[in-house]
């Protein structure tokens, strides 16, 4: 039986995604049971949650082990492991796939953080990932730097589906939704069928919340106090209204006649990071059609014992998104210098996980050998 609270998220038009992977969960089948039990209709990855998977040591050892006695590096390893748990999830959730018709069911492994400023690199890896798995249902997901923005176009005009990552600003999204418009055109014109090409726009909340609320606690005025918590949401509704409006362009129009998919929503950092904000503010809050909310695990089971759907929570907000992030500028609190200096750690936070994980890969070969 499918949890009430789910099912009603689910059929207020959010998809559910489970921000978390690991071999042990694929083995014992409770990935495979959220998809009645919770209504998750796919799954993303990125090299922190990989790092905490494969460093807790738990059903790894065998695979490391055989990396070991065919004698690969680290990161040979790491790709070995990543790649086998993401396949084997892209069978999982294949039949969701083929229900939705590839709406969901998606799973998404992302690029190397190191080249997140090197758009050749991009994608070359997006190019030999997509190759390697090998599953309709699988998302590349590609940080949404100035350099990923090429690339994000380029992989799109071959064909592959993209999951763009770390947005964090409304100008950068706009960059985004014009990146995936033109690899779109570019795979028409180069003759693929363009409706088998999906990709979602990760908008990062919660840490938007975490830095503005740092700042206006060290102000410390009613003024400032009064504005915190409220951040995160105010801009992720306000990426919802720039959806709605690329939606009348010209330019899309076109593309769904031709049986395009637009690129959804989707909102990640879902993890309330301030324990005295609700611990659904970021599911509950942000309900609307067409939209992808990708959960940590406690994120997930906290909405299924007590999270509440009222509707739509975004459209009927965006004077107040606007009023409130105008407020914050008001107390001197640079939207553009926030949201530039997240991008930067967010990309410094997946490449410590990622040298945390080749220290760790790089170890239990050597223990095997």
Same mark, same amino acid.
């Given at each position: /039986?499918?949890?009430?609270?789910? %099912?009603?998220?689910?059929?207020?038009?959010?998809?559910?995604?489970?921000d978390?992977?690991?071999?042990?969960?694929?083995e014992?089948g409770?990935?495979?049971?959220?998809?009645?039990?919770?209504?998750?209709?796919?799954?993303?990855?990125?090299?922190?949650?990989?790092?905490?998977?494969?460093g807790?040591?738990?059903?790894?050892?065998?695979?490391? $082990?055989?990396?070991? *006695?065919?004698g690969?590096?680290? +990161?040979?390893?790491?790709?070995e492991?990543?790649?086998?748990?993401?396949?084997?999830?892209?069978?999982?959730? $294949? +039949?969701?796939?083929?229900r939705?018709?590839? #709406?969901?069911?998606?799973?998404?492994?992302?690029?190397?953080?190191?080249?997140?400023?090197?758009?050749?690199?991009?994608?070359a890896?997006?190019?030999?990932?997509?190759?390697?798995?090998?599953?309709? !249902?699988?998302m @590349?997901? @590609?940080?949404a730097?100035?350099?990923?923005?090429?690339? @994000?176009?380029?992989?799109?005009?071959?064909? @592959?589906?993209?999951?763009v990552?770390?947005?964090?600003?409304?100008? *950068?999204y706009?960059?985004?939704?014009?990146?995936y418009?033109?690899?779109?055109?570019?795979? *028409?014109?180069?003759?693929?069928d363009?409706?088998?090409?999906?990709?979602? =726009?990760s908008?990062?909340?919660?840490?938007?919340?975490?830095?503005?609320? *740092?700042r206006?606690?060290? /102000?410390?005025?009613?003024?400032?106090?009064?504005?915190?918590?409220? =951040?995160g949401?105010?801009? $992720? #509704?306000l990426?919802?209204?720039v959806?709605?409006?690329?939606?009348?362009?010209?330019r899309?129009?076109?593309?769904?006649?031709?049986?395009?998919?637009? &690129?959804?929503?989707?909102?990640?950092?879902t993890g309330?990071?301030?324990?005295?904000?609700p611990?659904?503010?970021?599911?509950?809050?942000?309900?609307?059609?067409?939209?992808? !909310?990708? /959960?940590?695990? =406690?994120?997930?089971?906290a909405h %299924?014992?007590?999270?509440?759907?009222?509707?739509?929570?975004?459209?009927d907000?965006?004077?107040?998104?606007? &009023?409130?992030?105008?407020a914050?500028?008001?107390?001197?609190?640079?939207?553009?210098e926030?949201? =530039?200096?997240?991008?930067?750690?967010?990309?410094?936070?997946?490449?410590?996980?990622?040298?945390?994980?080749?220290?760790?890969?790089a170890?239990?070969?050597?223990d095997?050998r």
């Open positions: /039986m499918s949890n009430a609270r789910t %099912a009603e998220l689910s059929a207020a038009g959010v998809s559910i995604w489970l978390d992977l690991s071999r042990p969960r694929i014992s409770e990935l495979a049971a959220l998809i009645g039990s919770h209504d998750v209709v796919g799954v993303t990855t990125n090299p922190t949650i990989f790092a905490g998977a494969i807790r040591g738990t059903g790894y050892g065998e695979r490391i $082990a055989e990396c070991a *006695r065919r690969l590096a680290a +990161e040979a390893t790491i790709e492991l990543t790649t086998a748990d993401v396949a084997d999830a892209c069978d999982i959730f $294949a +039949e969701v796939f083929e939705s018709g590839g #709406r969901d069911g998606r799973v998404s492994i992302e690029v190397s953080p190191e080249y997140a400023h090197d758009t050749a690199a991009t994608i890896q997006a190019r030999a990932l997509w190759e390697r798995i090998a599953q309709p !249902n699988l @590349i997901k @590609i940080p730097t100035v350099a990923g923005l090429e690339a @994000i176009s380029a992989v799109i005009a071959e064909g @592959i589906s993209v999951n990552t770390l947005i964090f600003s409304l100008g *950068r706009r960059e985004v939704l014009n990146a418009l033109s690899g779109l055109e570019r795979a *028409r014109a180069a003759g693929l363009i409706s088998r090409i999906h990709s979602v =726009a908008f990062f909340v919660s840490r938007l919340d975490t830095e503005i609320d *740092r206006l606690g060290d /102000m410390g005025t009613p003024e400032a106090l009064a504005l915190k918590g409220q =951040a949401l105010a801009n $992720a #509704r990426a919802y209204d959806f709605e409006q690329s939606r009348t362009s010209e899309l129009r076109l593309l769904l006649g031709l049986g395009a998919n637009a &690129q959804r929503p989707l909102w990640a950092s309330v990071k301030d324990p005295s904000l611990d659904t503010l970021y599911v509950t809050e942000l309900v609307a059609p067409d939209v992808v !909310n990708t /959960m940590p695990e =406690a994120t997930l089971r %299924a014992d007590h999270g509440e759907v009222r509707g739509d929570t975004i459209t907000q965006y004077l107040e998104s606007n &009023q409130l992030l105008n914050i500028d008001g107390q001197g609190i640079d939207y553009a926030v949201t =530039a200096q997240l991008e930067a750690e967010g990309l410094q936070k997946f490449s410590a996980s990622w040298d945390e994980l080749l220290s760790t890969v170890s239990a070969l050597e095997a």
